[in-house]
């Protein structure tokens, strides 16, 4: 069994940072693909960052490139999202999530998708004011 817990959102004004941490325990493997996706009110859950565990590539969508930043640390238990420029369009809950990776050809051709992921945390509220 796999428990994520997230922390670090807030409410910040629009050109301000936040970090997001999302903590795991049990059985996590190293090789894991890790994400942080984020849903706004009245809309679809969508997939912010992505990161291979196994060699640490990482992906972004096209909104938050160059603004944000997915990293793990040394245990690959602790995900983080480092959060720069922020706008209001990031206003929305955070969630953490983790699984096995798909296959590369996978990735390659229609990226990551929601239902990638069978283990999600609860979630953390990030509010962008403009």
């Known amino acids: 069994q796999v428990q994520l817990v997230e922390s670090g959102g807030g409410s910040v004004e629009a050109g301000g940072s936040l970090r997001l941490s999302c903590v795991g325990s049990g059985d996590i493997y190293g090789s894991y693909c890790w994400a942080w996706f984020r849903q706004a009110p009245g809309e679809e859950r969508e997939g912010v960052a992505f990161?291979?565990?196994?060699?640490?590539?990482?992906h972004y969508t096209n909104s938050v490139k160059g603004r944000f930043r997915i990293s793990q640390d040394s245990t690959k238990r602790i995900l983080y999202l480092q959060m720069d420029s922020l706008k209001s369009e990031d206003t929305g809950m955070y969630y953490c999530?983790?699984?096995?990776?798909?296959?590369?050809?996978?990735?390659?051709?229609?990226?990551?998708?929601?239902?990638?992921?069978?283990?999600w945390g609860q979630g953390t509220q990030v509010t962008v004011s403009s």
């Open positions: 990161i291979e565990g196994a060699d640490g590539t990482t």
């Open positions: 999530a983790a699984d096995f990776c798909p296959s590369a050809a996978a990735v390659r051709t229609r990226g990551f998708r929601r239902t990638d992921f069978g283990y």
